[in-house]
Protein backbone atom coordinates (compact mmCIF):
# COMPACT_ATOMS: atom_id res chain seq x y z
CA UNK A 1 0.00 0.00 0.00
CA UNK A 2 0.93 3.61 -0.95
CA UNK A 3 0.12 6.03 2.13
CA UNK A 4 0.64 9.99 0.58
CA UNK A 5 -0.35 11.94 3.97
CA UNK A 6 2.30 12.76 5.69
CA UNK A 7 5.45 12.29 3.01
CA UNK A 8 3.81 13.40 -0.49
CA UNK A 9 4.22 9.96 -1.96
CA UNK A 10 1.33 8.05 -3.94
CA UNK A 11 -0.49 7.10 -6.70
CA UNK A 12 -4.23 7.92 -7.51
CA UNK A 13 -6.69 6.16 -9.88
CA UNK A 14 -9.51 7.64 -11.85
CA UNK A 15 -11.25 9.93 -9.97
CA UNK A 16 -14.92 8.54 -8.69
CA UNK A 17 -18.09 7.91 -9.93
CA UNK A 18 -20.02 9.41 -7.00
CA UNK A 19 -18.40 12.63 -5.40
CA UNK A 20 -15.83 11.59 -2.64
CA UNK A 21 -17.90 15.46 -1.62
CA UNK A 22 -20.83 13.04 -0.83
CA UNK A 23 -22.07 11.50 2.01
CA UNK A 24 -25.05 10.10 3.53
CA UNK A 25 -26.31 12.29 6.13
CA UNK A 26 -24.34 15.35 5.89
CA UNK A 27 -24.13 16.67 2.95
CA UNK A 28 -21.21 17.15 0.44
CA UNK A 29 -18.28 18.10 1.81
CA UNK A 30 -16.71 21.53 0.98
CA UNK A 31 -13.52 21.85 0.04
CA UNK A 32 -10.54 21.78 2.62
CA UNK A 33 -9.80 25.88 3.28
CA UNK A 34 -12.49 27.16 1.11
CA UNK A 35 -13.84 28.98 3.95
CA UNK A 36 -17.87 30.23 4.55
CA UNK A 37 -19.71 29.21 1.49
CA UNK A 38 -21.65 32.26 0.73
CA UNK A 39 -19.10 34.65 0.58
CA UNK A 40 -21.07 36.39 3.96
CA UNK A 41 -18.19 36.48 5.87
CA UNK A 42 -18.67 39.35 8.34
CA UNK A 43 -22.23 39.96 7.72
CA UNK A 44 -22.91 38.12 10.63
CA UNK A 45 -24.43 34.39 10.95
CA UNK A 46 -27.83 35.59 9.53
CA UNK A 47 -27.02 35.72 5.55
CA UNK A 48 -25.08 32.61 6.18
CA UNK A 49 -28.09 30.58 7.82
CA UNK A 50 -30.44 31.82 5.30
CA UNK A 51 -28.00 31.30 2.28
CA UNK A 52 -27.96 27.84 3.63
CA UNK A 53 -31.76 27.62 3.76
CA UNK A 54 -32.19 28.38 0.45
CA UNK A 55 -29.66 26.56 -1.27
CA UNK A 56 -31.55 23.08 0.60
CA UNK A 57 -35.26 24.67 -0.81
CA UNK A 58 -36.04 24.86 2.84
CA UNK A 59 -39.00 27.62 4.10
CA UNK A 60 -38.47 29.45 7.16
CA UNK A 61 -41.97 27.40 8.18
CA UNK A 62 -40.52 24.33 7.84
CA UNK A 63 -37.43 24.74 9.65
CA UNK A 64 -38.58 25.73 12.29
CA UNK A 65 -40.78 23.32 12.52
CA UNK A 66 -37.90 20.74 12.37
CA UNK A 67 -35.63 22.75 14.97
CA UNK A 68 -38.41 22.64 16.76
CA UNK A 69 -38.83 26.96 16.73
CA UNK A 70 -41.16 29.03 15.05
CA UNK A 71 -40.79 30.87 11.75
CA UNK A 72 -40.82 34.52 13.36
CA UNK A 73 -37.86 33.26 15.03
CA UNK A 74 -35.80 32.24 12.61
CA UNK A 75 -36.85 35.56 10.40
CA UNK A 76 -35.09 37.50 13.34
CA UNK A 77 -32.71 35.21 13.28
CA UNK A 78 -32.16 35.31 9.32
CA UNK A 79 -32.23 39.46 9.63
CA UNK A 80 -30.16 40.08 11.91
CA UNK A 81 -32.67 41.22 15.01
CA UNK A 82 -32.46 38.14 17.34
CA UNK A 83 -28.94 36.08 17.97
CA UNK A 84 -28.88 32.73 18.00
CA UNK A 85 -27.73 30.50 20.86
CA UNK A 86 -25.13 28.43 20.16
CA UNK A 87 -27.06 25.36 20.60
CA UNK A 88 -29.56 27.07 17.90
CA UNK A 89 -27.07 27.27 15.30
CA UNK A 90 -25.74 23.83 15.58
CA UNK A 91 -29.35 22.72 15.22
CA UNK A 92 -30.36 24.92 12.53
CA UNK A 93 -26.88 23.41 10.72
CA UNK A 94 -27.58 20.08 11.52
CA UNK A 95 -31.47 20.23 9.94
CA UNK A 96 -29.83 22.03 7.05
CA UNK A 97 -27.48 19.81 6.28
CA UNK A 98 -24.24 21.60 6.64
CA UNK A 99 -20.96 20.36 6.18
CA UNK A 100 -19.25 19.98 9.40
CA UNK A 101 -16.31 22.83 8.09
CA UNK A 102 -18.73 25.43 7.57
CA UNK A 103 -21.13 24.83 10.86
CA UNK A 104 -17.44 25.89 12.17
CA UNK A 105 -18.07 29.36 10.06
CA UNK A 106 -21.67 29.66 11.30
CA UNK A 107 -20.66 29.10 15.15
CA UNK A 108 -17.84 32.11 14.37
CA UNK A 109 -20.11 34.38 12.39
CA UNK A 110 -22.41 34.15 15.24
CA UNK A 111 -20.12 35.31 17.79
CA UNK A 112 -19.01 31.66 19.48
CA UNK A 113 -15.84 29.58 19.43
CA UNK A 114 -15.30 27.00 16.64
CA UNK A 115 -16.80 23.67 17.58
CA UNK A 116 -15.17 21.24 15.96
CA UNK A 117 -11.51 20.50 15.83
CA UNK A 118 -9.25 20.51 12.43
CA UNK A 119 -6.77 17.77 13.01
CA UNK A 120 -3.62 17.41 10.60
CA UNK A 121 -3.91 13.56 9.16
CA UNK A 122 -0.23 12.56 10.27
CA UNK A 123 -1.17 14.05 13.58
CA UNK A 124 -1.01 11.01 16.79
CA UNK A 125 -4.38 11.49 17.52
CA UNK A 126 -5.83 10.17 13.95
CA UNK A 127 -3.55 7.14 14.30
CA UNK A 128 -6.30 4.82 14.79
CA UNK A 129 -8.24 6.57 11.43
CA UNK A 130 -5.12 6.44 9.58
CA UNK A 131 -4.62 2.69 10.76
CA UNK A 132 -8.48 1.68 9.79
CA UNK A 133 -7.88 3.54 6.25
CA UNK A 134 -5.24 1.81 5.39
CA UNK A 135 -6.42 -1.90 6.41
CA UNK A 136 -9.11 -1.22 4.53
CA UNK A 137 -7.53 -0.39 1.07
CA UNK A 138 -4.60 -2.84 1.66
CA UNK A 139 -7.68 -6.08 1.91
CA UNK A 140 -9.41 -4.72 -0.62
CA UNK A 141 -6.20 -6.01 -2.90
CA UNK A 142 -6.05 -6.59 -5.90
CA UNK A 143 -8.99 -4.52 -6.54
CA UNK A 144 -7.92 -0.73 -6.06
CA UNK A 145 -8.83 1.32 -3.67
CA UNK A 146 -7.67 5.13 -2.24
CA UNK A 147 -8.52 7.89 0.44
CA UNK A 148 -9.09 11.19 -1.38
CA UNK A 149 -9.63 14.58 0.65
CA UNK A 150 -12.39 16.97 -0.47
CA UNK A 151 -10.77 18.57 -3.06
CA UNK A 152 -9.68 15.22 -4.58
CA UNK A 153 -6.42 15.29 -3.47
CA UNK A 154 -5.25 11.60 -3.05
CA UNK A 155 -4.11 10.82 1.06
CA UNK A 156 -3.42 7.04 0.44
CA UNK A 157 -3.51 4.10 -2.50
CA UNK A 158 -3.42 0.92 -2.11
CA UNK A 159 -1.41 -1.70 -4.88
CA UNK A 160 -4.19 -2.01 -7.50
CA UNK A 161 -4.47 1.76 -7.82
CA UNK A 162 -0.35 1.92 -8.27
CA UNK A 163 -1.34 -1.00 -11.03
CA UNK A 164 -3.66 1.31 -12.92
CA UNK A 165 -1.17 3.79 -13.29
CA UNK A 166 2.05 1.29 -15.01
CA UNK A 167 3.87 4.18 -17.13
CA UNK A 168 1.83 7.19 -16.29
CA UNK A 169 4.72 10.07 -16.57
CA UNK A 170 6.42 10.82 -13.00
CA UNK A 171 5.73 14.41 -13.58
CA UNK A 172 1.93 13.56 -13.28
CA UNK A 173 2.84 11.89 -10.36
CA UNK A 174 4.63 14.42 -8.28
CA UNK A 175 2.81 15.54 -5.18
CA UNK A 176 0.18 17.15 -4.62
CA UNK A 177 -1.61 14.01 -6.36
CA UNK A 178 -5.05 14.54 -7.13
CA UNK A 179 -7.15 12.15 -8.95
CA UNK A 180 -9.37 14.41 -10.52
CA UNK A 181 -6.60 15.78 -12.30
CA UNK A 182 -4.71 12.66 -13.25
CA UNK A 183 -7.94 11.11 -14.31
CA UNK A 184 -8.97 13.45 -17.15
CA UNK A 185 -5.41 14.92 -18.49
CA UNK A 186 -4.10 14.21 -21.76
CA UNK A 187 -0.68 12.69 -20.74
CA UNK A 188 -3.09 10.87 -17.69
CA UNK A 189 -5.66 8.36 -17.32
CA UNK A 190 -7.86 9.72 -19.91
CA UNK A 191 -6.35 7.81 -22.66
CA UNK A 192 -6.49 4.78 -22.02
CA UNK A 193 -10.18 5.05 -20.78
CA UNK A 194 -12.23 3.43 -23.72
CA UNK A 195 -15.45 5.47 -22.45
CA UNK A 196 -13.87 8.79 -22.25
CA UNK A 197 -16.35 11.41 -23.31
CA UNK A 198 -19.05 9.34 -21.22
CA UNK A 199 -16.61 9.34 -17.94
CA UNK A 200 -15.23 12.96 -18.32
CA UNK A 201 -18.70 14.63 -19.25
CA UNK A 202 -20.02 12.52 -15.83
CA UNK A 203 -17.17 13.95 -13.81
CA UNK A 204 -17.59 17.49 -14.72
CA UNK A 205 -20.88 17.52 -14.28
CA UNK A 206 -20.26 16.13 -10.81
CA UNK A 207 -17.77 19.18 -9.98
CA UNK A 208 -20.27 21.40 -11.56
CA UNK A 209 -22.84 20.48 -8.54
CA UNK A 210 -20.40 20.74 -6.10
CA UNK A 211 -19.67 24.38 -6.94
CA UNK A 212 -23.37 25.37 -7.42
CA UNK A 213 -24.37 23.65 -4.12
CA UNK A 214 -21.27 24.61 -2.03
CA UNK A 215 -19.47 27.41 -3.70
CA UNK A 216 -15.32 27.21 -3.19
CA UNK A 217 -12.23 28.99 -4.86
CA UNK A 218 -10.20 26.09 -4.62
CA UNK A 219 -12.64 23.40 -6.45
CA UNK A 220 -13.66 26.14 -9.31
CA UNK A 221 -9.99 26.41 -9.50
CA UNK A 222 -9.82 22.32 -9.94
CA UNK A 223 -12.94 22.34 -12.40
CA UNK A 224 -11.19 25.16 -14.71
CA UNK A 225 -8.25 23.44 -15.42
CA UNK A 226 -10.02 19.75 -15.76
CA UNK A 227 -12.13 21.35 -17.67
CA UNK A 228 -10.07 22.79 -20.09
CA UNK A 229 -7.80 19.74 -21.29
CA UNK A 230 -8.49 18.39 -24.51
CA UNK A 231 -11.92 16.87 -25.47
CA UNK A 232 -12.20 13.11 -26.58
CA UNK A 233 -13.06 13.18 -29.99
CA UNK A 234 -14.34 9.72 -30.23
CA UNK A 235 -15.37 6.64 -27.77
CA UNK A 236 -18.31 5.11 -26.39
CA UNK A 237 -21.22 7.37 -25.45
CA UNK A 238 -23.28 5.10 -23.58
CA UNK A 239 -23.53 1.68 -21.29
CA UNK A 240 -25.55 0.05 -23.87
CA UNK A 241 -22.45 0.66 -26.12
CA UNK A 242 -19.62 -0.24 -23.31
CA UNK A 243 -21.51 -3.62 -23.28
CA UNK A 244 -21.25 -3.60 -27.12
CA UNK A 245 -17.29 -3.16 -26.95
CA UNK A 246 -17.24 -5.71 -24.29
CA UNK A 247 -18.58 -8.42 -26.34
CA UNK A 248 -16.41 -7.07 -29.14
CA UNK A 249 -12.98 -7.25 -27.73
CA UNK A 250 -13.74 -8.90 -24.63
CA UNK A 251 -10.88 -12.09 -24.06
CA UNK A 252 -11.16 -14.46 -20.52
CA UNK A 253 -7.41 -14.33 -18.46
CA UNK A 254 -6.35 -11.77 -21.48
CA UNK A 255 -6.28 -14.79 -24.12
CA UNK A 256 -7.26 -15.00 -28.01
CA UNK A 257 -10.62 -16.74 -28.80
CA UNK A 258 -14.13 -16.20 -28.27
CA UNK A 259 -15.67 -13.39 -27.20
CA UNK A 260 -16.55 -12.82 -23.73
CA UNK A 261 -20.28 -12.36 -22.89
CA UNK A 262 -21.43 -8.70 -22.92
CA UNK A 263 -21.83 -7.37 -18.98
CA UNK A 264 -25.20 -6.06 -18.09
CA UNK A 265 -23.56 -3.03 -16.00
CA UNK A 266 -25.99 -1.67 -13.18
CA UNK A 267 -24.07 1.29 -13.12
CA UNK A 268 -21.88 3.66 -15.00
CA UNK A 269 -18.83 1.63 -15.45
CA UNK A 270 -15.25 3.19 -15.81
CA UNK A 271 -13.51 0.94 -18.74
CA UNK A 272 -9.55 1.63 -18.51
CA UNK A 273 -7.14 -0.33 -20.61
CA UNK A 274 -4.08 -2.26 -19.13
CA UNK A 275 -1.24 -3.85 -20.63
CA UNK A 276 -3.96 -4.39 -23.99
CA UNK A 277 -6.73 -6.00 -21.78
CA UNK A 278 -10.17 -3.45 -21.02
CA UNK A 279 -10.65 -3.64 -17.04
CA UNK A 280 -14.01 -2.64 -16.09
CA UNK A 281 -15.16 -1.17 -12.45
CA UNK A 282 -18.06 0.52 -10.70
CA UNK A 283 -17.39 3.13 -7.61
CA UNK A 284 -17.78 2.57 -4.15
CA UNK A 285 -17.86 5.47 -1.98
CA UNK A 286 -17.45 5.00 2.11
CA UNK A 287 -17.16 8.21 5.05
CA UNK A 288 -17.37 8.55 8.45
CA UNK A 289 -20.82 8.59 9.83
CA UNK A 290 -21.45 11.68 12.51
CA UNK A 291 -17.46 13.36 12.40
CA UNK A 292 -16.49 15.42 14.52
CA UNK A 293 -13.55 16.29 13.36
CA UNK A 294 -13.15 18.54 10.10
CA UNK A 295 -10.46 16.35 8.58
CA UNK A 296 -12.51 13.62 9.30
CA UNK A 297 -15.53 14.84 7.35
CA UNK A 298 -13.75 15.28 4.45
CA UNK A 299 -11.93 12.05 4.16
CA UNK A 300 -13.44 9.59 1.43
CA UNK A 301 -12.39 6.28 0.69
CA UNK A 302 -13.10 4.71 -2.61
CA UNK A 303 -13.18 1.43 -3.71
CA UNK A 304 -13.59 0.32 -7.22
CA UNK A 305 -15.31 -2.93 -7.61
CA UNK A 306 -14.81 -5.08 -10.68
CA UNK A 307 -17.65 -5.04 -13.04
CA UNK A 308 -17.02 -8.28 -14.45
CA UNK A 309 -15.57 -11.90 -14.02
CA UNK A 310 -13.05 -11.43 -16.70
CA UNK A 311 -11.96 -7.99 -14.26
CA UNK A 312 -11.80 -10.27 -11.70
CA UNK A 313 -9.57 -13.25 -12.71
CA UNK A 314 -7.07 -11.19 -14.30
CA UNK A 315 -6.11 -8.79 -11.52
CA UNK A 316 -6.44 -11.79 -9.32
CA UNK A 317 -3.92 -13.83 -11.79
CA UNK A 318 -1.66 -9.96 -11.62
CA UNK A 319 -1.21 -9.94 -8.30
CA UNK A 320 -1.22 -13.92 -7.31
Known sequence: MTTVAGDGSGAAPAASASPPASRPGNGPVSAPGSGPVSGAEGRGVGPLLRAWRERRRVSQLELALRADSSARHISFVETGRSRPSEAMVLRLAEHLDVPVRERNALLVAAGYAPRYRETPLDDPALASVRAGMERLIRGYEPYPALVVDGLYNVLAANRGITLLLEDVPESLLAPPLNAMRLTLHPRGLAPRIRNLPQWRGHLLEQLERQIALYPSGPLRELYDEVAAYPAP??????????????????????????????????ALPLRIEHRGRTLSFVSSISTFNTPLDVTVAELAIETLLPADQATVTYLHTLMS
Open 233 to 266: ERGASSATECVADDAADGRPDGQEGEPADAVPYF
